[in-house]
């Protein structure tokens, strides 16, 4: 396992607020008639702007510092030009910064429509990522997280994208261990949760099934029966004093 130093932690939060800065500026940004290129541009300014770099624009073969998903699609979606926002959809966007050797992961969804059903799953998303966060805590393992965010969207009868999870995050983006979104009794829910983990917990859940497939431009991941899907995410570390969300 990957631990950070308290001065290493230190660093992260200092790139995690200016990530959390940038994510404001995207709240504030996304609208009916912007495109998801526009957000694309803001975001790699802002990033730059700050001192950072974009974490996303270092995996290979990604040339751009978003993933921005609407409606069905739930996470990997390339900022594409022809991608303009309209008034019912449900827009996520995913985010990252490099900064000073450490990367710090962030996601938002917005809807910008006014049915109750789709306000009340953007609720829940929230409190889940709300309740998992809660529940990384010293003496808790990875299960308690996952277990958390899974019983709040299952209780409300939404279903976790079971094949995609939450990571570590520090020197590089995705490190150990995964923080899965449905118990499995995989080797990463056994983690035991100590000062000096740092943690990218991320809820990614549907109004219909939760399975999920690989679009044509070999990026996008989809909802397979086409429902609505969401995606909330925050980096949080844990220290000696407790926990921190970073971003
Ligand atoms: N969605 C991933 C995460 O939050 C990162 C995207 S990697 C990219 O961990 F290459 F698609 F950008
Ligand atoms: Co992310
Ligand atoms: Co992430």
New binding site residues.
Partial sequence: MNLKSPEEIEIMHQGGQKLSEVKKKVLGAIAPNVSAWDIEELVTREIEACGGKSS?KM?PG?KWST?INVNDGV??GIPKKELVFKKGDLVSV?M?IFYRGFHT?T?VSVYLGDDPKVQRFMEVGKKALKQGIKSFKKGNTVADITRAIQSELVNANYSPVYNLTG?GVGRE??EDPRVPLVISGSRDEKVKLEPGIVL?I?VMYAMGKGDIVLEDDG?TLSMKDGTISALF?ETVALTSHGRIILT
Avoid: K
Wanted: glycine share 6%.
């Fill in positions: 996303f995996v990604y993933c996470v990997h995913d990252g992961d996601s990571h983006l995705h990218a991320e990026w995410e």
